[in-house]
């Protein structure tokens, strides 16, 4: 079965980074995009950008350009997603997620459970 | 900036049919989808291209549109069905945008 299990909750300082890994098991990790969105406490869902692990191509949210950027290892079937220069605002649970190769890029079929990162002083 | 715009909040009682909508200037050309989310838990896709029923979701979850309003029907609402829904689609130029969901309360 297809599961994304994501890494454990951290908590950094304003101005420090994040990096979150999500291991991939149950499908060809190579045959299907990684979305990564996010999601603030009461909040909605926020899209910030998605990752091809063939080629390692990416495409993200202009509102996290020049701050995320989205890796894989396709050896150990893990996607990253590293968030810079980190604020308050930026505290939220992290998903990773499939992409479900339909005709809009960031639709997901199957999620990660989710990381939590509270940026505080 | 694109947005898709739904209501904040739906109330139906068990057995009646919930209508959640969702409006956007692309949705004419872009397909919508909607996942349903759950306290404590990751969303789930119930709805993909504007109408079509991912295996394993429950018939009575449809989906329709009509020029820039999407729409998600549960018919026979359940008490299991009270979860935040939030439809997904995008602008013109591909960039990706949820609407900012909307709190289902089965009463």
Redesign the interface.
Known sequence: QVQLVQSGAEVKKPGASVKVSCKASGYTFTSYDINW?RQATGQ????MG?MNPNSGNTGY??KFQGRVTMTRNTSISTAYMELSSLRSEDTAVY?C?RG?G????????Y????TLVTVSS | SYELTQPPSVSVSPGQTARITCSGDALPKQYAYWYQQKPGQAPVLVIYKDSERPSGIPERFSGSSSGTTVTLTISGVQAEDEADYYCQSADSSGTVVFGGGTKLTVL
């Open positions: 969105v909605g869902l926020e899209w998605w949210a202009q998903y997620a479900a339909y005709m809009v890029r960031g639709v997901s079929d999620w990660g459970q989710g």
